[in-house]
Nanobody, 126 residues
């Protein structure tokens, strides 16, 4: 089992920045990658970004790749999502995920991920 705890969400004005954190515990060695997803009520969970623990390979959704940066601190089993130039359409609950394997196409699929955090709300006001 892997436990994930997100933090760092909140209310921010359009154009502002937020940094999310996700601390992983438990059998973290079983997951080669960590992912970030987001979801609005009534909508499907949407892929945002992913990073591998070993070499820091990253992959982003097109909608965020020029504004968001995913990083990790292996010593602290923590991944981060730095979100800049936020827009109202970025408003969502953001989830950290672990346990998926595969390439970029597979990692975009929420069904591929075994473990999820509780989510943290990010609200961007216009």
């Amino acid at each position: 089992q892997v436990q994930l705890v997100e933090s760092g969400g909140g209310l921010v004005q359009a154009g502002g920045s937020v940094r999310l954190s996700c601390v992983a515990s438990g059998r973290t060695f079983s997951s080669s990658a960590m992912g970030w997803f987001r979801q609005d009520p009534g909508k499907e969970r949407e892929f945002v970004a992913t990073i591998t623990w070993s070499d820091g390979w990253t992959y982003y959704a097109d909608s965020v790749k020029t504004r968001f940066t995913v990083s990790r601190d292996n010593a602290k089993n923590t991944v981060f999502l730095q979100m800049n130039s936020l827009q109202p359409e970025d408003t969502a609950t953001y989830y950290c995920a672990a346990g998926a394997q595969g390439g970029s196409l597979q990692l975009r699929d929420p069904a591929r991920w075994d473990y999820w955090g509780q989510g943290t709300q990010v609200t961007v006001s216009s």
